[in-house]
Structures are given as structure tokens and as C-alpha cells.
Antibody, heavy 121, light 107 residues
Framework: QVQLVQSGAEMKKPGSSVKVSCKAS????????ISWVRQAPGQGPEWMGG????????KYAQKFQGRVTITADGATSTAYMELSSLRSEDTAVYYC??????????????WGQGTLVTVSS | DIQMTQSPSSLSASVGDRVTITCRASQGISNSLAWYQQKPGKAPKVLLYAASRLESGVPSRFSGSGSGTDYSLTISSLQPEDFATYYC?????????FGQGTKLEIK
């Protein structure tokens, strides 16, 4: 059974950066896109980007291009999302997510528990 | 980007009611649509994918339909555990996008 376990909550100052980790267990890590989805308070989820660990190539939503970096470490089955130049509007719960094992459809069956990032001076 | 518009944004209903939530995409998405249920403080949970396919373990009172740009989620007989927020998501093309949500509340 695929499990995604994320790092803990972060409190950051405006202008700084945050790096959130997502450790996968069960299933194949390298062959499936790990996506990062954030959800601001009271808002719907928002896809930020994703990476196929086998290739190491990330794709980003235009909104976050230049501010987000998604990486993956196959040796530890861990994906990372780093967001820079933080502002108060980046306060949100950040999730990693991926599709079902054996599925070709990119809907999200597996989710991490979420990491709350709070940006405040 | 494909915009997903859900309606209604909130809905009050009673246990046993039949409810329908709709989702409209700004362009055709060839049934590449999933529905999620989210409860406070939890990650979204997938209910249906490919517009109408029930995820394993999800009760059969949940069903989905639609094609092209218009899709719907129906709960045939509301149970107490169904009161939550529901989101649609298109996975036809990146950036994958979600609807703004429908909050289902107890009347």
C-alpha cells in the first residue's frame, strides 16, 4: 500500500523560502509522478507541479514558475518542494499526491497528510 | 488553463436526500474528471475517476456522469458521514485544475 509521509509544519517570514519533504513507501517510487498540491484556507486545491523521479524532470504550473522547485531522491524515495520569495498569500496546507499503482490516469488516489506553511512577519 | 466551475458552492440537505453537484470545464476534457470528498483537517479522498468510475471501497450511493464539458456527482441517499466538501478535478491536461468546491451541510 502506497504511503506518503510529509515533513512537519513550518512558520516562515515573508521573502524567505520553505522546503517540504514527502517520503514514499510501498509501490514504485520512480515510475509515478509525485505532484504537489496546495490548499489555502477556505479555498479549493491548487496543483503546483509534479516530477517523475525516474527522469528527474519537473513540470510546473505557470503561476509558480520561477518560485517553485520540485526534486526527488530515488535513493530515499523522497520528493521535495521548495517555494521561494514567500508572501502571506502562500499560507496554505501543502500536499504531495500521486495516482494509483498501475493506473494511467493522473487523478490523486494517494495523498500525504499535508504540511501547514504559515507565512507571517 | 482549463477552468473548472462547480455549482452550487454550498448546499443544505437532509439525511436520505438525493443531491447532485455539477462541474463545468472551460473546454472539453474527454471524461478525464475525478471527484473528491474532503473533511476538515484531512486530505481529499477520491470518490470517482474517469467521470463515472467508482473508486474501490467507495459506497455505491455515489455516482458520476457527464461528457464533454459538463459533469455531475450524485449522492442517491445522503448519509451522516457524507456531509463534507466536494471538489471536481480535471486531469486532461496540465496544469491539473480543481473546482472551487461544494460544501454540503446538514439542513
Amino acid at each position: 500500500q502506497v504511503q506518503l509521509v510529509q515533513s512537519g509544519a513550518e512558520m516562515k517570514k515573508p521573502g524567505s523560502s520553505v522546503k517540504v519533504s514527502c517520503k514514499a513507501s510501498g509501490g514504485s517510487f520512480s515510475d509515478y509522478i509525485i505532484s504537489w498540491v496546495r490548499q489555502a484556507p477556505g479555498q479549493g486545491p491548487e496543483w503546483m507541479g509534479g516530477i517523475i523521479p525516474f527522469f528527474g524532470t519537473a513540470k510546473y504550473a505557470q503561476k509558480f514558475q520561477g518560485r517553485v522547485t520540485i526534486t526527488a531522491d530515488g535513493a530515499t524515495s523522497t520528493a521535495y518542494m521548495e517555494l521561494s520569495s514567500l508572501r502571506s498569500e502562500d499560507t496554505a496546507v501543502y500536499y504531495c499526491a500521486r495516482r494509483a499503482e498501475g493506473s494511467a490516469a493522473e487523478y490523486f488516489q494517494h495523498w500525504g497528510q499535508g504540511t501547514l506553511v504559515t507565512v507571517s512577519s | 488553463d482549463i477552468q473548472m466551475t462547480q455549482s452550487p458552492s454550498s448546499l443544505s440537505a437532509s439525511v436520505g436526500d438525493r443531491v447532485t453537484i455539477t462541474c463545468r470545464a472551460s473546454q472539453g476534457i474527454s471524461n478525464s474528471l475525478a471527484w473528491y470528498q474532503q473533511k476538515p483537517g484531512k486530505a481529499p479522498k477520491v470518490l470517482l475517476y474517469a467521470a463515472s468510475r467508482l473508486e474501490s471501497g467507495v459506497p455505491s450511493r455515489f455516482s458520476g456522469s457527464g461528457s464533454g464539458t459538463d459533469y455531475s456527482l450524485t449522492i442517491s441517499s445522503l448519509q451522516p458521514e457524507d456531509f463534507a466538501t466536494y471538489y471536481c478535478q480535471q486531469y486532461y491536461s496540465t496544469p491539473y485544475t480543481f473546482g472551487q468546491g461544494t460544501k454540503l451541510e446538514i439542513k
